[in-house]
């Protein structure tokens, strides 16, 4: 299949040749921070106010999102891993264009943010710090800029306890993991401008205040 995305970096609110183009909404956030419940309100949201809505996700449905989850259970390298994600985000960037360009809102959970996040901690230890340059020239010609990026801020600890998982070895390892992605998301925040959301506090009270920054978009 073909990428359908002309340019690197396309602004999705730049395309105004498609004055009906919709509007991209990304969802960030450390795993237990909230972010796929809140993606999907926000969705429901928007299809009860009679405004066409995708809610999307990454790892995709597909055969190749199905490739990174396999991945993951079978411990890939960092690097095999990395690629599947980008691969995965290739094919579902595609779709997204399309779907804005039929005038539909598309709502992400997880875009290249997870990426520019998580695998700069992952490759960390294999590249050193050229690891977030690097992971940025490997997305761009398959990334369109989401209009805006959410990023549900949420103390790894509390992430934790959310998730559930019990104490142990492991479990102090995906905290020290989570911190650090944590950080990678706080600086990518500042980089790239993403909206920062409390999600420490109960959350219909989290998507109340989304919904009011997509209201006024
Ligand atoms: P999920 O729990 O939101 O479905 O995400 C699955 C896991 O995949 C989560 O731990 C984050 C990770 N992930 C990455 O490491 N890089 C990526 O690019 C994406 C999309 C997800």
Same mark, same amino acid.
């Given at each position: 299949?073909?990428?359908?995305?002309?340019?690197?970096l396309?602004?999705?609110?730049?395309?105004? &040749?498609v004055?009906?183009?919709?509007?991209f +909404?990304v969802?960030?956030?450390?795993?237990?921070?909230?972010?796929s419940?809140?993606?999907r309100?926000?969705?429901?949201?928007m299809?009860?106010?009679?405004?066409?809505?995708?809610l999307?996700?990454e790892?995709?449905e597909?055969?190749?999102?199905?490739?990174?989850?396999?991945?993951?259970?079978?411990a890939?390298?960092?690097f095999? &891993?990395?690629?599947?994600?980008?691969?995965?985000?290739?094919?579902?960037?595609?779709?997204?264009?399309?779907?804005?360009n039929?005038?539909?809102?598309?709502?992400?959970?997880?875009?290249v943010?997870?990426? +520019?996040?998580?695998?700069?901690?992952t490759?960390?230890?294999?590249?050193?710090e050229p690891?977030?340059?690097?992971?940025?020239?490997?997305?761009?010609? %398959?990334?369109?800029?989401?209009?805006?990026? %959410?990023?549900?801020?949420?103390?790894p &600890?509390l992430?934790?306890?959310?998730l559930?998982s019990r104490?142990?070895r492991?479990? %102090?390892?995906?905290?020290? %993991?989570?911190?650090?992605v944590d950080?990678?998301?706080?600086?990518?925040?500042?980089?790239d401008?993403?909206?920062?959301?409390?999600?420490?506090?109960?959350? &219909?009270?989290?998507?109340?205040?989304?919904?009011?920054?997509?209201?006024r978009?």
């Open positions: 299949m073909s990428i359908a995305v002309s340019a690197p396309t602004s999705a609110a730049a395309a105004t &040749e004055a009906a183009r919709g509007r +909404l969802f960030e956030g450390i795993d237990g921070s909230g972010k419940t809140v993606a309100t926000m969705h429901e949201r299809m009860a106010a009679g405004r066409p809505s995708v999307t996700a790892p995709t597909s055969w190749i999102g199905d490739m990174v989850r396999r991945g993951n259970k079978e890939a390298s960092p095999t &891993e990395t690629l599947l994600y980008v691969a995965d985000r290739a094919e579902h960037t595609a779709q997204i264009d399309k779907w804005l039929e005038g539909k809102n598309v709502v992400c959970d997880r875009y943010g997870s990426t +520019l996040a998580y695998q700069a901690v490759l960390r230890p294999h590249l050193g690891a977030r340059e690097w992971l940025r020239s490997v997305n761009a010609p %398959f990334t369109l800029r989401p209009d805006v990026t %959410f990023l549900l801020l949420l103390d &600890e992430a934790m306890e959310r559930g104490p142990g492991e479990k %102090f390892e995906k905290l020290d %993991f989570l911190r650090s950080e990678e998301y706080r600086r990518l925040a500042e980089k401008g993403y909206v920062i959301i409390d999600a420490a506090r109960p959350l &219909e009270q989290v998507a109340e205040d989304v919904w009011n920054i997509i209201a978009m």
